[in-house]
């Protein structure tokens, strides 16, 4: 979710659900873990759309984090974060410092430390989450983009992480608003090498469809190639 190369650390967010990440949540401060990566390719914004409408859906939240963070540092972008999520995120939200009148009201609680970064943020939840527009996150996403006028359409484009339908919907918002849109798969990988090709996904390119590794070819694919109309 974050990474400090000058200081030497790496931070991750995971629920331990299941038997290895149940076993990872066991290990103690200063304890040494085997670690491989950075693998496969990341999102590559385009430079000409300064827009960069990011769309995060529960396990998808750490990676687009961590993109909100590289891009603070690239004054050149101007990240909009939304995030959506059934249980209670799981870190320090707060008050909107300014209004956003592209945003329901609705949708009043950011994440307290994009705020602090001055990236503009908004959560969504269908459970009933006190501050979050009341729906889907890519049904958020859809209400910002309704606000827009043509000329900042224009410099819109979208990412995102998250489960399979919520990759499909932001797929369909981003063709419906002739967007570029790159996604962030996750797929259950086995070696993360590419060695066992267990985590293949088909892409619908204009010479048919060719199957792809999600841990070295991706995780980031175009939308249009993985969901086409």
């Known amino acids: 979710?974050?990474?400090?190369?000058?200081?030497?650390?790496?931070?991750?967010?995971?629920?331990?659900?299941?038997?290895?990440?149940?076993?990872?949540?066991k290990r103690a401060p200063q304890e040494v873990v085997s670690l491989l990566g950075p693998i496969g390719n990341g999102f590559?914004?385009?430079?000409?759309?300064?827009?960069?409408?990011?769309?995060?859906?529960?396990?998808?939240?750490?990676?687009?984090?961590?993109?909100?963070?590289?891009?603070?540092?690239?004054?050149?972008?101007?990240?909009?974060?939304?995030?959506?999520?059934?249980?209670?995120?799981?870190?320090?939200l707060g008050a909107r410092a300014a209004p956003v009148t592209e945003l329901p009201d609705t949708a009043s609680l950011t994440v307290a430390q994009l705020e602090e970064w001055g990236i503009v943020s908004a959560l969504a939840s269908n459970a009933g989450l006190e501050g979050c527009y009341p729906g889907h996150v890519?049904?958020?996403?859809?209400?910002?983009?309704d606000t827009l006028p043509a000329e900042r359409l224009v410099n819109v484009q979208i990412v995102g992480c998250g489960p399979h339908a919520m990759l499909r919907a932001a797929a369909e918002v981003a063709r419906d608003f002739d967007l570029p849109c790159q996604l962030a798969v996750e797929e259950f990988m086995a070696c993360g090498v590419g060695g066992c090709a267990g985590c293949i996904v088909p892409l619908h390119k204009p010479e048919g469809v060719v199957m792809k590794r999600v841990c070295v070819d991706g995780p980031v694919f175009d939308s249009r190639e993985l969901y086409p109309a």
Do not use: C, N
């Open 1 to 25: 979710m974050r990474v400090d190369a000058d200081d030497g650390w790496i931070e991750f967010l995971y629920k331990p659900i299941g038997t290895g990440l149940a076993q990872l949540a």
């Open 44 to 92: 590559s914004p385009d430079a000409t759309r300064p827009v960069i409408l990011a769309i995060a859906g529960g396990v998808g939240i750490p990676p687009v984090y961590f993109l909100a963070e590289a891009l603070r540092a690239q004054r050149h972008f101007e990240p909009i974060v939304l995030m959506g999520s059934e249980v209670p995120f799981p870190f320090a």
């Open 138 to 145: 890519t049904q958020l996403a859809r209400r910002w983009l």
